[in-house]
């Protein structure tokens, strides 16, 4: 491979979303051990790798969708920077190297988590989302395994209802995030063959379950201290001030769900919405405690 393609590396690895998927490990152990260490280190970059690893391998399988919608012709396979090999060798390479960093330097449960997601996105969702659009949902659960990994990395239970109330919260938010998009590019989707929410529902019911979904993005957040994640009332006012912020924010979608700005807006505020609550729950833990 030679070193002019390496440049596409960060598109094919998907690293904006791969380093935030590591960053919601970090909330999962802090959650349980407020300090930074060396496991902490080591099981985000094995988190890291894993979800690189995984990204590369749905480029992989998803070279000829793309190459069929504008948003995503241009990725490294369709737009022919990266061989569909390279990215099938970088993906396996990625996903055994991030497995054994979980299992030689932290524990055999991460890895099994970790193992479990690659699964779970890469043979189970990316299949599905070609047959069913409402396969998002089994698929959210994805995005609820990082914490879930930082958290047993860090020495905590699996079953534990804080962890619980953590990885809830980053279920509900990927369903929204995604049929935000689902709105934005429709057309995309449907020129590709991928089934839309729109073979179902029309464009005003469907920004009407996107805005109960971030409802219940809002409600999952402020469950968050009842579950001892949060133990100061200024984190849990927080907290509840942003989740008001987000709802009021984003009830123009009932109205205006066929304006881009619009929808570009929501889906800016239930990521940045995020953030802040992870921001928030994390310096509880390393300051308060």
Same mark, same amino acid.
């Given at each position: 491979?030679?070193? #002019?393609?390496?440049?596409?590396? =960060?598109?094919?690895?998907?690293? /904006?979303?791969?380093? $935030?998927? +590591?960053? #919601?490990?970090?909330?999962?152990?802090?959650?349980?051990?407020?300090?930074?260490?060396?496991?902490?280190?080591?099981?985000?970059?094995?988190?890291?790798?894993?979800?690189?690893? +995984?990204?590369?391998?749905?480029?992989?399988?998803?070279?000829?969708?793309?190459?069929?919608?504008? /948003?995503?012709?241009?990725? =490294?396979?369709?737009?022919?920077? %990266?061989?569909?090999?390279?990215?099938?060798?970088?993906?396996?390479?990625?996903?055994?190297?991030? +497995?054994?960093?979980?299992?030689?330097? %932290?524990?055999?449960? #991460?890895?099994?988590?970790?193992?479990?997601?690659?699964?779970?996105?890469?043979? %189970?969702?990316?299949?599905?989302? /070609?047959?069913?659009?409402? *396969?998002?949902?089994?698929?959210?659960?994805?995005?609820?395994?990082?914490?879930?990994?930082? &958290?047993? +990395? *860090?020495?905590?239970?699996?079953?534990?209802? *804080?962890?619980?109330?953590?990885?809830? $919260?980053?279920?509900? &938010?990927?369903?929204?995030?995604? &049929? @935000?998009?689902?709105?934005?590019?429709?057309?995309?989707?449907?020129?590709?063959?991928? =089934?839309?929410?729109?073979?179902?529902?029309?464009?005003?019911?469907?920004?009407?379950?996107?805005?109960? &979904?971030?409802?219940?993005?809002?409600?999952?957040?402020?469950?968050?201290?009842?579950?001892?994640?949060?133990?100061?009332?200024?984190?849990?006012? !927080?907290?509840?001030?942003?989740?008001?912020? !987000?709802?009021?924010?984003?009830?123009?979608?009932?109205?205006?769900?066929?304006?881009?700005? @619009?929808?570009?807006?929501?889906?800016?505020?239930?990521?940045?919405?995020?953030?802040?609550?992870?921001?928030?729950?994390?310096?509880?833990?390393?300051?308060?405690?």
């Amino acid at each position: 491979m030679s070193l #002019s393609k390496l440049k596409y590396f =960060p598109e094919l690895l998907k690293m /904006r979303i791969t380093i $935030f998927v +590591a960053f #919601s490990a970090t909330i999962g152990y802090i959650m349980y051990r407020p300090v930074f260490d060396a496991d902490l280190l080591i099981s985000n970059f094995g988190v890291f790798l894993l979800a690189c690893g +995984a990204s590369a391998l749905n480029h992989f399988q998803e070279k000829e969708t793309d190459a069929l919608m504008k /948003r995503t012709k241009n990725r =490294p396979i369709p737009g022919g920077y %990266i061989s569909p090999v390279e990215a099938f060798l970088t993906g396996i390479t990625l996903i055994l190297l991030g +497995a054994a960093i979980l299992l030689y330097f %932290i524990n055999l449960l #991460s890895m099994i988590l970790g193992i479990t997601a690659f699964i779970w996105y890469n043979v %189970i969702y990316t299949p599905m989302k /070609r047959k069913n659009a409402m *396969a998002v949902v089994p698929g959210a659960i994805i995005g609820a395994i990082p914490p879930v990994i930082g &958290w047993v +990395a *860090a020495g905590g239970e699996l079953t534990h209802p *804080a962890i619980i109330s953590i990885a809830l $919260f980053f279920f509900i &938010w990927q369903i929204p995030h995604f &049929w @935000i998009l689902v709105l934005l590019y429709n057309e995309d989707y449907k020129g590709a063959g991928f =089934p839309t929410l729109f073979d179902n529902f029309n464009a005003v019911q469907i920004g009407r379950i996107t805005y109960a &979904w971030i409802a219940g993005l809002a409600v999952s957040s402020m469950m968050i201290p009842l579950f001892s994640v949060s133990n100061s009332l200024i984190s849990a006012f !927080l907290i509840l001030f942003v989740s008001l912020w !987000l709802i009021w924010k984003s009830y123009p979608i009932l109205n205006n769900y066929f304006e881009k700005m @619009i929808l570009r807006k929501a889906f800016l505020n239930i990521n940045l919405f995020v953030l802040i609550v992870t921001v928030i729950i994390s310096l509880d833990k390393l300051i308060i405690n």
